[in-house]
């Protein structure tokens, strides 16, 4: 049986992890392709929170194994952090796995996100700091340090030693940092393999054979179609490759092996740092939708920018994606308006765009087209099933669906678990 992927179709938080969590029960695997502890993945689960950055939301179901697979980064202490967490809440991380290709974050890549934030002053991009950018840089660049050297002392010593000598150059000598000690370096990170050894796992071959014998796999993004290091809105992106097809390459299969694509989208929008934002929203009703959909970083605690639903951007992120399927989130943010827009059009210098324009200059310039929808002013978060739902918000669903081009199967109209509705065979 081939894969499932869940990808974000906009800036990320679209509220991946809880679906990852409701698909998850009928899973066997779960795995992470791409991103790192940028990620910040909330589920509600009986009124009980876990936020996740780099454990699979598929950890809460007992049959799933997790895995990290080869293309994330990974910070081994905010990875076993995360374990104890987990461990302290009664949930077993018995079943997870880490890949051996995975790249290591080092302490000088944190440093070095922080020293080129502060470098890029006006220009900054907004990062969470956690080091990703220079993680996936090393990796491009050859230096990087994979899981599975911490496994040979003298590799990882050697690695390191060549690492630290060229970061504390470019620290000292270009940002006027003071330069970080390669044997703390060297000492805190072998302190942690007796914990990490047990998890390492040829994760490619365990991944395939589960495809092979007909298991369920998902396959879990981490930040979103937007924030696509090739697809994104460059270079107010991430380092690493979120869509769909970043699956082959991040988990190591091949692209038959995925049959099912669902893209997240909430009802409206958000975006943490900085970028363009063509319905961006700087008034009272981007106020009342970052407080209604408590729109602070999961991670970071940055507020994050509102605005309405662009399907420009849906449809684009639908073609990228190859999306089978859309699951839309935060429905019940909307209730009290009275009046809800979409942008189905951009137009620029009496240019009118139905597609996302290349140029990113005219992205930055563009005026949005809206169409507007009645609300339904009403509490829809006690709704079970789609027929509960009231008929303006069923429309609004619909014709969503309508200009995107591939069904809704999914709604979730709070961040509990029973709070998501099938729309299979729905009305
Ligand atoms: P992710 O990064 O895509 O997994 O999303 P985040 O977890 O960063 O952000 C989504 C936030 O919205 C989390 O706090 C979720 O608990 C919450 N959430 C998810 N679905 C819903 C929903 O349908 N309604 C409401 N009100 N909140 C939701
Ligand atoms: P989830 O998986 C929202 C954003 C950062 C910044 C840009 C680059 O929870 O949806 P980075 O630290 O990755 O180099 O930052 O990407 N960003 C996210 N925004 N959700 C995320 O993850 C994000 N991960 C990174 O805010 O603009
Ligand atoms: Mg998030």
């Excluded at 270079?235 to 091949?254: K, L, Q």
């Excluded at 309405?308 to 209730?335: F, G, Q, Y």
Aim: aromatic share 6%.
């Amino acid at each position: 049986m081939p894969g499932t992927v869940i990808v974000g179709t906009q800036w990320g938080d679209e509220g991946k992890g809880r679906f990852v969590d409701n698909l998850s029960e009928r899973a066997d695997f779960v795995v992470r392709y791409q991103g790192g502890h940028n990620a910040g993945h909330t589920i509600v689960a009986d009124g009980q929170t876990l936020k996740l950055q780099l454990v699979p939301s598929g950890i809460l179901h007992s049959r799933v194994t997790a895995v990290i697979g080869n293309g994330v980064v990974v910070d081994p202490a905010v990875l076993l952090a995360e374990l104890d967490m987990l461990e302290a809440k009664g949930v077993s991380t018995a079943k997870v796995k880490l890949s051996g290709n995975a790249h290591l974050i080092m302490p000088y890549h944190q440093e070095l996100d922080r020293a080129t934030e502060r470098f890029l002053g006006a220009s900054k991009l907004g990062t969470t700091k956690r080091g990703i950018g220079p993680a996936y840089a090393d990796k491009a660049s050859r230096i990087g340090i994979r899981v599975q050297d911490l496994l040979d002392a003298g590799i990882f010593k050697k690695k390191l030693d060549l690492a630290v000598r060229e970061k504390n150059a470019v620290l000292a000598k270009v940002y006027n940092r003071l330069p970080l000690d390669g044997r703390d370096i060297y000492e805190s990170y072998l302190a942690m393999l007796p914990r990490l050894e047990p998890l390492i796992a040829d994760t490619v071959f365990l991944v395939n054979e589960a495809l092979r014998d007909g298991r369920e796999v998902l396959f879990e993004g981490a930040q979103a179609t937007f924030l696509d290091l090739d697809h994104g809105t460059y270079p107010y992106v991430t380092s690493s490759n979120p869509i769909s097809g970043g699956v082959c390459t991040g988990a190591g299969v091949g692209p038959r092996a995925i049959d099912r694509i669902v893209g997240v989208v909430k009802a409206y929008l958000t975006r943490v740092g900085e970028g363009p934002f063509p319905t961006e929203l700087f008034d009272e009703v981007g106020d009342m939708l970052v407080e209604r959909g408590r729109e602070f970083g999961t991670n970071t605690g940055r507020r994050r920018r509102p605005g309405w639903l662009d399907v420009v951007m849906l449809r684009h992120a639908v073609m990228l994606n190859t999306c089978t399927e859309l699951a839309m989130t935060k429905l019940d943010v909307l209730s009290t308006l009275a009046e809800i827009k979409v942008c189905v059009a951009y137009e620029a210098d009496g240019v009118r765009y139905e597609h996302l324009p290349y140029h990113q200059t005219v992205l930055h310039h563009v005026t949005p087209v809206f169409e507007t929808l009645p609300g339904w002013r009403c509490d829809i978060s006690t709704c079970r099933r789609f027929s509960d739902l009231p008929p303006q918000a069923r429309d609004y669903v619909r014709r969503v669906e309508t200009l995107a081009g591939v069904p809704v199967t999914m709604v979730s109209v709070g961040p509990d678990r029973d709070q998501s509705l099938n729309l299979d065979g729905a009305a």
